[in-house]
């Protein structure tokens, strides 16, 4: 799952995004109300999470505004402030959950788990590569009826290179992918989950082929 973080607070928001990206999920730091307005018109994230206070716009505001487009994806709103009159105006806002500063992670994991069952998933059909197939769902890769069992990591760049539909994926793409975007990591770091991707799915005719410059592609062998 991809989850959006809109906090200024830095030292809270990697805390916050360390803790998800551990569970499996890609998060994209944000930090400015203004940039993240920006963001969240076109970003595609399943779940935000968003602080109350921020500069250039305030968290209640870019939520009044992410309703206004029906965009219902969860939204989980945090704040310094714990008063019944903050948490009506945020929950009338169209937050999804609330939770006050300071708390534990373990509580927040809770409910980000919480908001994800309950989020509107469309039912997607299994999608096919070769004799694989993908549960967009479950985020579970089967051969026939044997699951194949992949790395959390390995699992995001092969979920990025199936959504392609065979076009080439840059390493900047499954940088995101991987870890969300706003994160200090270097793309070489692609090259190794590739490379391991890639030996795990050659016995299936499955291959992954660079193209010099400019990414990554899957296909499926023919021969």
Do not use: C, W
């Amino acid at each position: 799952m991809r989850i959006v973080i809109v906090e200024d607070n830095e030292s809270v928001a990697k805390g916050i995004a360390y803790v998800l990206r551990d569970a499996g999920h890609a998060v994209d730091l944000i930090h400015d109300g203004l940039q993240a307005d920006t963001h969240l018109q076109g970003d595609g994230a399943d779940l935000l999470i968003l602080d109350v206070n921020l500069p250039g716009m305030d968290g209640v505001e870019i939520l009044k505004n992410l309703r206004r487009r029906r965009d219902n994806r969860p939204v989980l709103l945090l704040t310094a402030r714990g008063g019944t009159a903050e948490r009506i105006a945020g929950l009338d806002a169209g937050a999804d959950d609330y939770l006050v500063k300071p708390f534990e992670m373990a509580e927040l994991e809770a409910r980000v788990r919480a908001l994800a069952r309950r989020r509107d998933i469309p039912v997607v059909a299994p999608m096919d590569i070769g004799p694989l197939s993908f549960d967009l769902q479950s985020r579970q890769v089967s051969h026939g009826s044997s699951p194949l069992d992949l790395p959390r990591r390995e699992l995001s760049v092969f979920e990025a290179m199936v959504l392609s539909q065979g076009r080439i994926v840059s390493k900047s793409q499954l940088l995101d992918a991987v870890y969300g975007v706003g994160t200090d990591v270097e793309e070489q770091v692609v090259e190794v989950y590739v490379s391991r991707l890639r030996k795990r799915l050659k016995p299936f005719g499955v291959e992954i082929k660079m193209q010099r410059g400019l990414g990554y592609q899957l296909l499926v062998s023919t021969g």
